[in-house]
T-cell receptor, first 115, second 110 residues
Framework: EPEVTQTPSHQVTQMGQEVILRCVPISNHLYFYWYRQILGQKVEFLVSFYNNEISEKSEIFDDQFSVERPDGSNFTLKIRSTKLEDSAMYFC?????????????FGNGTRLTVT | RKEVEQDPGPFNVPEGATVAFNCTYSNSASQSFFWYRQDCRKEPKLLMSVYSSGNEDGRFTAQLNRASQYISLLIRDSKLSDSATYLCVVKWEYGNKLVFGAGTILRVKS
């Protein structure tokens, strides 16, 4: 079964540093997403991406965050200047279509630890 | 009021038991509904979509009550491997994002 893959599985960085989290969505999927989950809390939406542009973003997704699809397969999340509170599990997801009823398929996540 | 509300549990049940989880959502314009399962420190995995007429997948049955803005999941003949956090997830009519509940913890014991 096709999968969403994420790298790295764990990233440790110092406060103020830039990090890039990488994802390879399922190949025939058109919609891409980033979610995050702070330890012990619920999964939160960050951003959705379609047709090479952001289609929706949450209030969490401020100016320090950006997303990019640099080629035909990768989808990246960049955090420009990390803060302690950015420590979380970051999940990439993709869906075949944006239509109602189309489920999201999640990657196995990148655990980001900011020290 | 939370957008998607679930009883956090934990529900501790013996193997073979039947257990039911409930979920309420606040946005009446919500259009799609799902149950996801999440194991500790792992990604959410789609368990099943929830359809208006109700639907069943093996030991799992999902129901939707739009009038009451209420979703349920019934697990019959619980297995040890069913132990996980069950996430109620709603997609609004506009936009593509999923809104997650905080999850209900299920522990099945032998």
């Amino acid at each position: 079964e096709p999968e969403v893959t994420q790298t790295p599985s764990h990233q440790v960085t110092q406060m103020g540093q830039e990090v890039i989290l990488r994802c390879v969505p399922i190949s025939n999927h058109l919609y891409f997403y980033w979610y995050r989950q702070i330890l012990g809390q619920k999964v939160e939406f960050l951003v959705s991406f379609y047709n090479n542009e952001i289609s929706e973003k949450s209030e969490i997704f401020d100016d320090q965050f950006s997303v990019e699809r640099p080629d035909g397969s990768n989808f990246t999340l960049k955090i420009r200047s990390t803060k302690l509170e950015d420590s979380a599990m970051y999940f990439c997801a993709s869906s075949e279509a944006g239509r109602v009823g189309s489920p999201l398929h999640f990657g196995n996540g990148t655990r980001l630890t900011v020290t | 009021r939370k957008e998607v509300e679930q009883d956090p549990g934990p529900f501790n049940v013996p193997e073979g038991a039947t257990v039911a989880f409930n979920c309420t959502y606040s946005n009446s314009a919500s259009q799609s509904f799902f149950w996801y399962r999440q194991d500790c420190r792992k990604e959410p995995k789609l368990l099943m979509s929830v359809y208006s007429s109700g639907n069943e997948d093996g030991r799992f049955t999902a129901q939707l009550n739009r009038a009451s803005q209420y979703i349920s999941l019934l697990i019959r003949d619980s297995k040890l491997s069913d132990s996980a956090t069950y996430l109620c997830v709603v997609k609004w009519e506009y936009g593509n994002k999923l809104v997650f509940g905080a999850g209900t913890i299920l522990r099945v014991k032998s």
